[in-house]
Structure formats: C-alpha cells, structure tokens
C-alpha cells in the first residue's frame, strides 16, 4: 500500500470494525443464536455446523462481556500510547511513555474484570491471543525454558564471524524459487515489499505477504519469506465452501500460526538437509558466491547473546519470551510497578541472558507489543516454537525418508501433513486440542529442548 | 488481484454496494437532505458545501426513482447476459446473445421510464454516463464527426509496416520512466501487471494503475502506462480534505475522465515533440533499438482502417464509437431490432470506416458494453477525445512554449494547469460547465477535427 494511503485504510477499516462489532454484540443478533442453540434446534444441525454455532455463541459472549464505553476508552488509550511509546523509542526516554504504559495496565486489568476466567488474572489476557491456553499450563512451561536454554545458550555462544552477499537482484530471486518450491501459486497468492514483512489474508483466495531485501543481512529476505510463506499456507487452507465466511475459518490461536511460520523458517529452513537442497540453487542464482555448504549453515545457526529480540536466534530467542512473560504477569497482578520497568528489564536481561542494555531502546521500549494493549501476546512466539518443534517430531512418524524428501525440495507430503492436521480444522477445535490430535500432546516444551539439544550439541545434521 | 479471488472479492463488493444503496434511499437518509436542504438551513452552508448537499440531493433523487426489485432484476440480467456474451463472442455466435439482449434493451427502456428526463428517452442513459449531456446535442456533433472523420481516413489511410522491438525488461524500464516523469509517486501510487489496463482508486492517497507488456507490440505498454496515468493524475487530484468523502470528490463524467487519459496517451504521447523528448530515453535503455526518431513518429500514427475498436487509431476509433451511438439509440427508441443487428453492424461499418466484418466475433461482439447494460457508455470514448483536444487548445494559449516544454520532459505547467482548472473541481460542476471555464465552450467537435487535420495533413510536428 502507498505510505500515504494510511489515514484513510484505518479510517475505513475502522469503520467496518465498529459495524461488525456492532453487528456481533446486538440483541438481534444473540437472540438468533439463542434460537440456533436451543436444546431444540441444535441437534438438527450437523455436527459441523453445530460446532460452528457453538464456537460463534462463545465469542459473542466474550464480546458481550465488555461494555461499549470501555472499548472506546481502550483504543483512545491505545492511539496515544502507540504514539507516545514511537517517540519514546525514538528519544530512548522511558518517561515519556510511562502515564501512558500505566493507563494500559489499569485499562487492562479492567478488562479482565470483564472477562474474568477461573484461575489467575493473566488468563484473561491470554485467551484472546491462545485460546483454552492457561498461566497455570504456561508458568512452569516457561520456568522449565529459562533454566534448559539459558544453559544451552552458555554452551553455543560462538564468536565465528561468517560473512556472505548476496545482490538483492539475487535474493529476490531466491525467494521467488522458494516460494515456488512451497506451491505458492500466482492465481490465489502474491508477494510485495514492504518495511515489515507481514501475510494478510483478503480471502482464502487471496492471501499475500510482503517481504523486504537488505544488503546487509543478506539470507534475511530467505528467511522472511520462509516465514510468511508458513502463515500463508495455513490462511490458504483454512476451511472454506461453506465455512469460509464462518468464525472457523480462522486459526484457533497465534501460537499455533506461528508454529507455521516457525516451522518453514526454523525447522526446514535452518536444517542441514535444506541447505543441501538449497545451496546448489543460491550457486547457480550467484555463482560468485563464496561460503560453503558448512560455513552457510553454520552462519544460519549461529547462536549469539543479543539485546533485540527480532534479531535472535533460535535459541536465545525463547529467553527473550520468557523476561517479556514474567514482567507481564508480574504487572498485571500488581506486583510490580510500571515506574521501575528499565530497571526490571535490564536486571532480568542480565539474569536471563547475561547481557544489559545501555539504553531504553534497546531495553525496556523494543517491542510495540505493550504500547498497543497486547499483553499476554508474547508467549505464543515460543508456544509457536515448541509446537513447530514437536510437529517435526510427529512428522517424522508419519513420513518415511522425511529427509530425503527436503534435500529433494520435496515438500508436498510435509504440506499435505500440515493441511490434513492443522490447518484444515481452522478454529474448529483449540490448539492444545488439535496438537492432541496430531502430535498425541498438548504443549511440550521437552520436545522442544530435545529438538534443539539433538540439532546443536549432537550437531545431528538431519531435521 | 489473485485470479482466484474473484468470487470473494465480488461477493464483497456487491455487499458493500448493497448496503451503501440501502443507506443512500432510506427515508432517514432522506429526511437529513431535506433538512440541510429546507430554506432556512441551506443558507447557512458555504457555497462549498451548499455545492455538495445539492450534488448530493441530485444523486439521492435520481436513486430513489428506481424501484428496488427492478435493480434486482436488472443486475440478474446483466449477470447472466455478461456471461451469454462470453460464450457467444467464444464461439462468435450472436444467437446465443440475442434473447439476453433482447431482455437488456427492455430493462433500459423501462430504467428510462423512471428516470425520464425532458427530451429524447437515450438521455436517460446517457446521463449516468456523461450528465447533464443530451442527444440533442450528442448527435449532430457525431453526424459532423462521422462525415468529416470517414474522409479523413480516406485520405490519411497508411499501407506502410514500420516494424520495431523491444523487449518486455526495456517494455518495463520505460513505463517506470514516464509514469517519474509524469510525478507519479510511491508514496501514494502504485504499478502492477493485468491482461486489461485499468486504474483503481482506493482512496485520493491510494491510486493504482495497471499495465501489461506485450512482445509483439513493443510501444503498447508506454501509451497505456500514459493512458492510465491520466486517469490516475486526475484521481489524485481530486478534492480532498474535508471533502474527501463526499459525492463530489469523483470525476463529473466519464468523458472528462477520459479526457485526461486521452489527453497524455494520444495528444502528448503520440506527438512529435514528446518523441524528440523521449526517443533519446528510448535509445538509452534498448541501445541496439533501430527505428529513427521519424519511424516512430509515423509507427505511433499509423492511420489504418480496422475492424476492433480498442486497436483502432486517433481518427478512425471515433467512427467506432460514432457506429455504436447511431446503434443503441435506435435500438432504444426501438426503431430497430436486436435479432438484425449482426447485420445492421456490418452494414454500418462498410459505410462508415469501409470494411467489413467476416464473423459476429469481430463484429457486433467485439465489446461487452451493451451484454452489462452499458447503453450510453460508448459516446464518452469521443467526447474524451473532443474535450483532449480543446484542452490542448487553452493549454497552448495559457502556457508559453509548450512544445519545448514536452520536448525536455517538463509537464509540471500542464499537469498544473489541469489540476487547476479540471481535477480540483471534482464533481462541484458538470463537464460542460468546467470545459466551459477553462475552454471557453463546451464539447466542440470541429476543434477535434481541426486538431487531426493540422496534425495529420499539414504535418505539424509541434503539438
């Protein structure tokens, strides 16, 4: 989109919002579902049906729950602190932001009393972004990642500097190949650049993604795309005919988007096996390039203590997820003040990942996740990760010679698995539920931790 | 757009559409113009928004003639006869179209009966098109056209056959080179490929134009790229502001609209002085290109009868559109038949531009004008082309050394000038009134005439 064409897309998207929303929340609208749902009606429906009724019912609900005058309240308090927090970053001054990281808090806190799920106050929050998910589940989940990695982390550091280039003529290329490879067709797909790479569906039938070409980090463009790709393939199969105007057709959670994204970008991408499919390619692509098979994987690998979370690694990545966790539940129980965060932060980043940051920006004000109300957004990053990790493992099970078949550039059968377990189901059943299904288990961050054990101690160069 | 995405995208549309309509002839809706609109209130406005509850009160009572099952019978038609239209050019087969434009013709004629406006009953659809334009005054100008134009051809027709190449990457770099040229930006523009060239307005910030490269006619894409960037320019000129999304932020007609695109694809982009500009470009990027500078010139002006109105040339499409009017207004005033029109049409175009058709496919099939309902869309082509012409006219008196402007590439005076006196008016005024404000008169189809004989017979190089 052109830069300049944001003040009208908000104002219309925004517009359509409060309508749906308008829609969604009437007495006219519940009293149909009442009728749909009564003891009645709802064993005439199908069990596909039904469940979609059911799950419409339960967000409705939710919506219901939350007083009109508190919405508007919400996104005022939002628009501004999104903005404070921009210039906030932009001068490295916590100060400016923090009245306004305060409101959110309060607002926030509000916003579970509304809602108000057994358990802890965080559930609340959680629910929107991983539904069925629970602070009770994700607490020692968590705990457990902070002592395995962290050690992990201590054991990988490498000091090894590779260097690549690649001409961005070359790495747009690349992408092309790869989305080729994946079966990203142009009759329902596309891809533009943009700042941020991001996917967004306009209908199951067109679903685009953006990418964007940096000289200096040259396999970036790879692996966004990888990783957008991901996403993208899960909105193509969501469930359609029939359901594709339906809630269902929709994921049931982020995590479970992102162990999508994650899984093309991490658990193929980054493997040894798709290198070997893939390094032939980037030499006939740019057959000046230099690094080998061996240097280019081990450049895709490196693990390395940074201050930014978008730019860690697989590893390192997850610590950065749990510091977020615990300082978000820590303040919306109260228990912490938002006045003393940069000091919190850094202590933690210390402890965690034993680096500190010099400055706010690199600190405290990174992420936008906050200034936007998106607390309890985080951990679906690393709910993502171990789902994709513990995906490969059922994959593995299921698909004989899995190997074999990504040296080949052979991905229509992982696909087809994906599709077939996943993404088929759309919001029909949570994600635990759909794990369940396919993997035998829910979240398991052991299966994780063993992923990454066999892939950088064992240096176990399959996937 | 994604091929796909059609369906989904339609359905979109058409609910949008829908909704926007119900609001629009509501009685609520209804009861607010009348209040605005009652003696006391509507002193109160500026003459700015005076202008615009006016505009739209007009709209609001034209819309409310019509009654809500005929729109919903009549799109059922058009939707079914688009698609008979299809098959039938397909198989250049009439008959499979007769019997859905039968139906057409009589849902027009009873559309004209609601609406009835004074004078003759294709006012009524002319209307939509180009309001406040009349037959009255439509047919001598195309009766003056049709007889001046057919000598014209007579004596400009060409047998020559310049041959020239360019491949679709120089294709390419030049069409990005002229839309810089023409200061259309990316920050509120953008460029993609389709198989028919058109030009999409998302808002006055967000305009898209597209084109599409072809092997075997090199210079296609450059004057289509113009074409659109005509219609483009005028988009984004548009008012803007606090009228941004009112009725008057449009263009008056389609004529003036395709005034705009005629006026840089054929008046500046197929004149001399531009080639003297843009010729050198031209060598710069394809350096073993090997026309001269006068093959070009002549190539792009080529005069040669045709049977298929989009390949037709300066002087002979209009008597393309000259044969449709004198069709569809009979055929409206029913004074002839549907089932004879292969006939009549090929009748026609032996007496008007000398050849004739072999097959209904080359023939009364070619456009999908009349299978949509479009009754009265065809005139706008040449009124675009008229109104070109006495553009350039004013441009020439108002701007000192305009050819040698066109001939450095600098078309900040005249895109100036057509902002100024045409784009920033929008819908404010109708066609006539604003050609008369900045031409000094109306359409005047001898100023077109004069325009091709000084170009075309006395060879005048300049613009």
Redesign the interface.
Known sequence: ?????L???SL?ISLLSKRLHEILISDDFWRNIEFLTNERNIERLSEEDRIVVERLKKDVEKARKIPADFIERLSKAEALSYSAWEIAKKRSKFDIFLPHLKEIVELKREYCSYINLEGHIYNNLLDDYEEGMRYEKLKPAFEYLREKLSKLLDKLESEERINIKLSVRSQERLSHIILRYLGLK?????IDLSEHPFTTR?????VRITTRYLKENPLSSLFSTMHEAGHAIYELNLPKGKF?YTVISDAPSLGLHESQSRFWENIIGRSYSFWRFFYPILKKVEPRFEADIEDIYRYVNTIRRSLIRTEADEVSYNLHIVLRFEIETELIENRIEAKDLPEIWNEKMEEIIGIRPKSDREGILQDMHWSTGDFGYFPSYTIGNIYSAQQLYALRRDIEDMDSKVEHGDFNEIKDWLVRNIHRYGRMYTSEDIMKMCCGEGLNPQIFVRYLENKFLQRKFTI
Chains 1, 2 share one sequence.
């Open positions: 989109m052109p830069k300049r064409a003040a009208d897309r219309q142009k009759d329902r797909f596309r306009l209908s199951t039938f067109d594709r």
